[in-house]
């Protein structure tokens, strides 16, 4: 049951789009690195080390969050190895600066209410689509398959089918993809069985430097882990639901999310897309009611040795663009719908001006300047560049901070189905 879910990962990995375009000189050793990352993260979090972790059933993967700010970076520099060690490098501070989120997490949270949180997570999605769309129209027969089967499971499936609708879209639609002659294997028989998963030339830690390129995509990573840490608090509190027992309180919202920082980090250091909670686990605890994290260690320590066969990645890499278009127009939808739904279930009143020019700002200010390519600017010298997204997540926090009638509480009720109340 774990392993089947990893596997799933490594495969939304590459639909998110991180391991293609731009760095598909990278693809496998990325793809090789978002396994390996991902099953060491989950171990870190399913194990109580130091002030990290708790033994919490969860399943740590590739952030979709980041996902529209790497996006951005690569805009700005045009891609390549260089982009793509700066992005590694931002990934390691912006995964440190999560954590120290957590570690203050009681007296920073009255920064970040739903009514700042909802309309970033919305931006993130619509920031993507573009994206999506482009991908759809290298081949919209098979975006159309991956599209429909995703729709359908996720409505009229029962049991596991409606639970893996993303995993048996990609099955379904790369079917069709082998009858109608669009799957290139060439590069598999190019990959060797065994390879290591960890390369230098993709390791953030080289990257750490005053470049402008390390410096422009700090500026825009470092604002995510923001939203990062609300979508873990969300993910926290589901499972916490779920399983019945308060995670948030035992081992602690401060443990798991200095977790969920460290994995970000990790991954940038080894070289891998920035990680975090994934939120599909809790369907899976919810159908099959095995809450042991022993299965899920297995799983991760699968999801290693797997990591080193670069072959098994060569393999997840022939899934042609229309099916990752397919899948990534619902994906990204999803992100947008998180961030509705975010707003909703903490009833965040937009008969206030206050929360409806917040989210306005925010809007606005993702969308726009990032059709512009951000903004650039110098400090000592260098130039640094702020997505559309680290400009809306700025002006968010700044004007919650200081329009009038900030008064919002945070409660955690487990037993409720919302872990998380953040009433504004």
């Known amino acids: 049951m774990g392993s089947f879910r990893l596997v799933a990962l490594l495969i939304i990995t590459s639909a998110c789009g991180i391991a293609g375009g731009e760095f598909a000189d990278l693809q496998v050793t990325l793809l090789q690195s978002a396994m390996f990352v991902a099953g060491i993260v989950t171990l870190v ?17 590739t952030s979709s969050g980041f996902i529209g700010v790497f996006n951005s970076v690569v805009g700005t520099m045009g891609g390549g190895v260089l982009a793509y060690g700066a992005i590694m490098g931002a990934s390691i501070i912006g995964g440190i600066f999560e954590s120290v989120l957590g570690f203050f997490l009681k007296p920073l949270r009255r920064f970040f209410p739903p009514v700042v949180t909802g309309p970033i997570i919305i931006s993130i999605g619509l920031i993507l689509a573009p994206s999506a769309i482009t991908n759809c129209q ?12 995703v729709i359908v499971c996720n409505i009229w499936g029962k049991g596991m089918v409606k639970i893996l609708p993303i995993l048996i879209g990609v099955l379904v639609s790369y079917a069709v993809a082998l009858v109608t002659g669009a799957v290139d294997f060439a590069a598999i028989g190019e990959a060797s069985w065994i390879g290591f998963p960890i390369h230098k030339e993709a390791m953030g830690l080289f990257s750490i430097d005053g470049s402008e390129e390390f410096i422009s995509a700090l500026f825009t990573i470092m604002p995510i882990a923001i939203a ?9 509190a589901a499972i916490s639901a779920t399983t019945g027992r308060n995670y948030i309180r035992d081992p602690g919202l401060n443990r798991t999310l200095m977790g969920d920082g460290l994995a ?3 991954a940038g250091l080894l070289g891998g897309p920035a990680n975090t909670t994934y939120g599909e686990n809790t369907g ?44 990534s127009f619902v994906l990204y939808g999803m992100i947008s719908a998180i961030g509705v739904r975010n707003v909703v279930e ?3 009143d937009f008969t206030n001006s206050r929360n409806l020019i917040i989210a306005a700002v925010i809007l606005v200010c993702a969308l726009g300047f990032n059709s512009v390519g951000g903004i650039t600017f110098g400090i000592g010298g260098v130039s640094v560049t702020l997505s559309g ?16 009638g900030n008064d919002y509480e945070f409660d955690s009720n487990p037993g409720t189905g919302e872990g998380t109340s953040l009433r504004v």
Request: proline share 6%; glycine share 10%.
């Open 264 to 266: 970000t980090a990790m």
């Open 284 to 327: 899976v605890l919810a159908l099959t009611k095995i809450y042991d994290p022993l299965v899920i260690r297995i799983a991760a320590v699968f999801a290693c040795i797997l990591s080193f066969c670069p072959k098994f990645e060569a393999i997840i890499n022939t899934i042609p663009s229309g099916i990752i278009g397919g899948i």
């Open 45 to 61: 979090q399913l194990f109580t080390i130091g002030p990290v972790g708790g033994a919490v059933p969860i399943i740590m993967g």
């Open 389 to 404: 997204l680290a400009i809306a997540a700025l002006a968010g926090i700044l004007l919650n901070a200081i329009l009038p």
């Open 138 to 149: 290298s081949n919209w027969l098979l975006a159309f398959v991956a599209l429909g089967t």
């Open 228 to 236: 990062t840490m609300m979508e873990h608090i969300g993910d926290i």
């Open 346 to 348: 903490n009833q965040v």
